[in-house]
């Protein structure tokens, strides 16, 4: 199961989920945990479209206030705990969510983006410009080619799988919510969804919008 609750007003939804999720439980047992994928409030450079993979910018002012919102949506869930990335425009946006939440932070260094290398902090349309041949492939086949200095997908999905697995198994009853980066959490839809991840670029979550996916670890399969 996963869902996008796109809609801010949607706490009326996950009654509704939550009912269905619960069903789903006892039909299938009880070893899905229920996990709440989060991406990052907005950054500057989200704003000026540069990749940010590993360097650690910070939110911007609306970054803060979609954290805020959200925040406030989130406040009944009971999360049995929150994990986030390390870096700031993640963690910040989990800082937040904890204030109304009340649980303590979790980092988890395996939740960070995928690693941009030689690209990190150019545009995409420069990329684009610069790199024409190795876009061209890496659109095509981005599970094995990699950015140069920078990871692939495969090795993105290997250490994002193996964190989100971990965490399953230690609160099986969940919620949990999970924040953390743009490619790093279509990774999750998508092994989650049974999709291609060859496919990922097209499931990437918008900024501070909650996903929530039902996780069984150790059963989804790496290609």
Not at 4 to 18: A, H, Q
Not at 32 to 48: A, F, P, S, Y
Not at 61 to 73: D, Y
Not at 150 to 158: C, I, K, M
Request: net charge neutral; hydrophobic share 45%.
């Amino acid at each position: 199961m996963s869902l996008s609750l796109l809609r801010l007003g949607f706490l009326s939804d996950y009654v509704s989920i939550k009912t269905s999720v619960q069903s789903a439980k006892i039909n299938e047992g009880s070893n899905m945990t229920e996990l709440w994928l989060v991406r990052h409030g907005e950054t500057i450079w989200n704003q000026e479209g540069r990749l940010q993979g590993s360097i650690d910018i910070e939110l911007n002012e609306n970054g803060v206030e979609q954290a805020r919102q959200l925040a406030l949506k989130l406040k009944e869930v009971k999360f049995q705990s929150i994990f986030s990335s390390p870096l700031k425009r993640a963690l910040k946006t989990a800082e937040i969510i904890a204030t109304q939440t009340g649980q303590t932070v979790q980092i988890d260094e395996r939740l960070v983006e995928v690693r941009m290398g030689e690209w990190e902090g150019m545009r995409s349309v420069d990329i684009r410009r610069q790199f024409p041949d190795l876009v061209a492939r890496r659109d095509a086949d981005p599970l094995h080619v990699p950015v140069p200095g920078g990871e692939n997908v495969l090795q993105l999905a290997v250490r994002v799988k193996k964190a989100i697995d971990e965490i399953a198994a230690r609160y099986p009853a969940g919620p949990v919510l999970i924040v953390s980066h743009g490619l790093s959490l279509a990774a999750v839809i998508c092994l989650v969804r049974d999709i291609s991840l060859n496919e990922v670029f097209r499931h990437i979550p918008e900024n501070a919008t909650p996903t929530i996916v039902e996780w069984i670890p150790g059963q989804v399969v790496l290609p």
